[in-house]
């Protein structure tokens, strides 16, 4: 009797292995030969019909079809991985015919395969390989033959999210059924939806006169309108959010000059060539900690930003010691040493580094973005710069109005001779605040590294910005320089997506002109008197 036990418990775990096993390998003979031999048109259907079907085995063989790994004979279909052959209907290991032929795959019956994969993938118990199979099938046209499938996962998914995707890819293959009334339904689903690729396939039915029911392609008109209503707020939100990052960009430029020429009146030329140096300090750290410290790269940035302040502070303390400090009260003089220097500037770099741009990569925790939208990520990195340009505008903010230095700029700025007899030397008040100044145009290139090309131009591009964003904010004044700069991202921005960039930038430039033959003194101007008269 326990022998008797011990024995239907046996073959009990056997046929469980089995079952188990089973789902790997269960395509019959006919299905697989019929998938493998014959013309593109047979040897699709067949694979259509599996796949509605849901065959288990089918994701296993496709894949082997789609790497070339199978063969046939006139009675069999084979696996081969390795010189292993295995026979394609009980996954059992087989020895190979010698007569055995490669099956070859044209384009179309690749695709198919894909499409087939993608669709049984909708199946997977694993989340994110649904989610990707979903992602896969929705940037495509959809295939009709997927339905059964997609019908299948839209019933038996758990999460919340991707069964509303999975309810949409359901509508995107039901709005080509022979079925009127699935048409209107699938029609009325996709009305709901706020993807670009819903409304490609929308625009598709109308212009090539896929659906011919008069009722219904009005439908599809008016399902068409609510999705562009819902795409236009992504791209409206869009664009205002490229012009924050825009003139956080450019506010993280013109802090400097706010300092050195809004405080010190000195119209630096080479200020671009700091934020130049900025970022070269940050791929030269980039490089350090790629070569010394792989292991710790997503974390250079944490001291790219303090190196690239101490370098471009340093530079530019030496510019004031060596040839500005001459040059105080003589604006054209200084204009054209600055200019002079500059190109002396960017020419070292093409000496040192070449005159290609060199490639600063983004750590690991700032690629990528948020999907806010269908049609509207936001990148980490830009959210970065703009959370970083907040920062030091606090920063500078404090230092100015809160600490002993910031009021002995203000000292010296407002009264030089007064302040010298107070005791404030003003020479090395001169020398700091100036360093102060290229230091934030450093920190301004560090920045800036991480979201375009770092090459000995990289000034040239943002110096007559960053100068308008000074003048139009009012000179010295750190508010009108935060709402100048944040006004002109907007407004360059908007005005991209009306005339054009270069037309954006000429009306811009017509606009501040104007601006300032009726207010010159700017957005924000000094209160009081002078100190000087």
């Known amino acids: 009797m326990r022998r008797l036990i011990f024995r239907s418990a046996a073959i009990a775990l056997v046929a469980m292995i089995g079952a188990v096993a089973a789902p790997a390998w269960a395509l019959d003979a006919a299905q697989a030969r019929a998938i493998a031999v014959g013309d593109g048109d047979a040897r699709i259907a067949a694979l259509q019909d599996a796949v509605a079907r849901a065959d288990p085995g089918l994701a296993t063989f496709a894949q082997a079809l789609l790497d070339d790994s199978v063969k046939t004979t006139a009675t069999g279909v084979f696996v081969v991985h390795d010189d292993k052959a295995v026979d394609a209907v009980t996954g059992q ?18 695709g198919a395969l894909g499409t087939a ?77 706020d993807e670009p690729t819903v409304r490609a396939l929308l625009q598709s039915r109308l212009a090539a006169d896929a659906e011919t029911d008069p009722e219904l392609r009005t439908a599809i008109a008016q399902a068409l309108v609510q999705v562009d209503g819902r795409l236009a707020w992504g791209e409206r939100l869009g664009v205002m959010f490229t012009g924050i990052s825009l003139g956080s960009i450019l506010l993280l430029v013109a802090l400097g000059l706010a300092i050195t020429y809004g405080l010190m009146g000195v119209i630096n030329m080479a200020h671009g060539e700091l934020m130049m140096i900025g970022a070269y300090t940050t791929w030269g750290v980039q490089n350090l900690f790629r070569h010394f410290a792989p292991g710790l790269f997503d974390g250079y940035v944490l001291v790219a930003v303090p190196a690239s302040f101490l370098v471009s502070a340093a530079v530019g303390a030496i510019l004031e010691r060596g040839v500005i400090r001459f040059l105080y009260g003589r604006p054209l003089e200084t204009l054209l040493a600055t200019w002079g220097i500059s190109l002396v500037l960017m020419q070292v770099v093409r000496s040192l580094f070449g005159a290609q741009n060199v490639e600063v990569e983004n750590p690991s925790w700032m690629s990528g973005g948020i999907a806010v939208a269908s049609n509207l990520t936001l990148p980490y990195n830009r959210l970065a710069i703009i959370a970083f340009a907040a920062l030091v505008l606090l920063a500078t903010f404090l230092l100015i109005s809160r600490t002993r230095l910031g009021l002995f700029v203000r000292g010296v700025t407002q009264n030089r001779r007064m302040a010298s007899c107070t005791g404030i030397d003003t020479v090395r008040i001169d020398t700091m605040a100036f360093a102060l100044g290229a230091g934030i145009a450093g920190m301004a290139g560090c920045a800036l590294s991480q979201v375009g090309n770092v090459g000995p131009d990289l000034g040239q591009s943002y110096i007559v910005d960053s100068f308008m964003v000074v003048v139009l904010g009012g000179v010295g004044q750190l508010a009108g320089t935060v709402l100048a700069a944040l006004g002109l991202g907007l407004m360059n921005k908007v005005l991209e997506g009306v005339a054009g960039a270069v037309l954006a930038k000429i009306f811009v430039l017509i606009f501040i002109v104007v601006f300032i033959q009726k207010r010159p003194q700017g957005l924000f101007a000094l209160k009081g008197r002078s100190a000087e008269s």
């Open 93 to 110: 290991p087989a020895t190979l015919p010698d007569d055995a032929e490669d099956v070859s795959n044209n384009n179309r019956m690749r």
């Open 117 to 193: 994969l993608s669709g049984l993938r909708l199946l997977s118990p694993d989340l994110a390989t649904r989610r990707k199979a979903v992602d896969d099938l929705s940037g495509s046209a959809a295939d009709p033959a997927l339905l059964p499938v997609v019908e299948k996962a839209f019933a038996s998914e758990p999460d919340a999210k991707l069964k509303a995707a999975l309810g949409r890819l359901r509508a995107a293959v039901q709005i080509a059924s022979p079925d009127r009334a699935k048409r209107r339904q699938a029609i009325a689903d996709l009305s709901h939806s």
